[in-house]
């Protein structure tokens, strides 16, 4: 079946540094890949898309690229702020025979992001 | 509204007792998910809506549970006998279509089980 695996943190920064959090993945089909983002008491937002081998998804100064070679989608800011304190979701979607119907989530890895 | 609407935000209730639990998605979304997140199991899906129609109802948890879904809309998420392992917060997501589009979700409905 199709999984999802990423960093559970939680992950401890300082304003401005440099984020990476890791996220692979198992797939039957092609799957499209997601990032959704949850603040503290606020629901899931999706925060950024890619749907093929290569395309690179981003928003807010976030980023992601779809490796289909090593199955990842590790996301990326160059300057992380302290309003980007969340948990953060990576998600794939396969709609393939075999896939699930619905979105496979990885566990959440928590931002925490000190002044 | 824009987003997905559920309803109650929090209900509490007692062993064994059944709960509605409402969905109302974002207009012209075809497709409907119900997850459900907690802290053990992360997040989980549970049903998905084509319409009317769930085409596979493996997902939920047990035989307690039951979703429906009317004039490709408003859906329901019912549990019967609540169980204190039904504890969580239930959320849904709506979507365009089922092919790899983005899944809108709603703040959830945080369900406590006394």
């Known amino acids: 079946g199709d999984s999802v695996t990423q960093m559970e943190g939680p992950v401890t920064l300082s304003e401005e540094a440099f984020l990476t959090i890791n996220c692979t993945y198992t797939?039957?089909?092609?799957?499209?890949l997601f990032w959704y983002v949850q603040y503290p008491g606020e629901g899931l937002q999706l925060l950024l898309k890619?749907?093929?081998?290569?395309d690179k998804g981003s928003n807010k100064g976030f980023e992601a690229t779809y490796r289909k070679e090593t199955t990842s989608f590790h996301l990326e800011k160059g300057s992380v702020q302290v309003s980007d304190s969340a948990v953060y979701f990576c998600?794939?979607?396969?709609?393939?025979?075999?896939?699930?119907?619905?979105?496979?989530f990885g566990k959440g890895t928590h931002l925490i992001i000190q002044p | 509204g824009a987003g997905v609407s559920q309803s109650p935000s929090n209900k509490v209730t007692e062993k064994g007792k059944d709960v509605e639990l409402r969905c109302d998605p974002i207009s012209g979304h075809t497709a409907l998910y119900w997850y459900r997140q907690s802290l053990g199991q992360g997040l989980e899906f549970l049903i998905y809506f084509q319409g009317n129609s769930a085409p596979d109802k493996s997902g939920l948890p047990s035989d307690r549970f039951s979703a429906e879904r009317t004039g490709g809309s408003v859906s329901t998420l019912t549990i019967q006998r609540t169980q204190q392992e039904d504890s969580a917060v239930y959320l849904c997501?709506?979507?365009?279509?089922?092919?790899?589009?983005?899944?809108?979700f709603g703040d959830g409905t945080r369900l406590s089980i006394l």
């Open positions: 997501a709506s979507s365009l279509k089922h092919t790899g589009q983005p899944q809108h």
């Open positions: 890619a749907t093929k081998a290569d």
């Open positions: 998600a794939l979607s396969d709609v393939s025979p075999g896939g699930a119907d619905g979105l496979t």
């Open positions: 797939a039957t089909g092609y799957p499209s």
